[in-house]
């Protein structure tokens, strides 16, 4: 997923504040979910959602206003009901950013754990 750099996405001295990576991260595993047919708002009509259960981010360098990055988002495991997903933020001359690792669970209605159906599973199959 690629995004551009505006100026509301820095602080006030022209760099990315911090928070913002974790907005880049949910957009770009939406795109991850959206790229392989899996729609979140029909997952979440038939009962199915998940949520963030662990966050790590690292960051390595600054990136600024007018700058455009890119988050490579892939699955490095999977299991009954939990996906763990690694990205790496790169900006336009594949400098590296920042490197993080997200745990969804996905759960039910109620927010309980639920077993990731196994369609669902295959789509999310790491490549």
């Not at 750099?5 to 795109?31: F, Q």
């Not at 708002?41 to 206003?65: C, H, N, T, W």
């Not at 495991?77 to 993080?100: G, H, P």
């Amino acid at each position: 997923m690629k995004k551009k750099i505006y100026y509301y996405d820095t602080d006030c001295g022209g760099v990315v504040y911090y928070a913002n990576y974790l907005k880049y991260l949910e957009e770009a595993r939406s795109e991850y979910f959206e790229e392989r047919g899996l729609i979140i708002k029909d997952m979440l009509k038939d009962g199915i959602g998940f949520v963030v259960a662990r966050q790590e981010i690292d960051y390595k360098s600054p990136s600024f206003y007018g700058d455009t990055l890119e988050v490579k988002t892939r699955v490095t495991d999977a299991t009954l009901t939990r996906v763990n997903f690694e990205y790496d933020i790169v900006n336009q001359t594949q400098k590296l950013i920042a490197s993080a690792k997200t745990v969804i669970v996905f759960v039910d209605k109620t927010l309980k754990p639920k077993r990731i159906p196994e369609d669902i599973l295959k789509k999310l199959e790491m490549k």
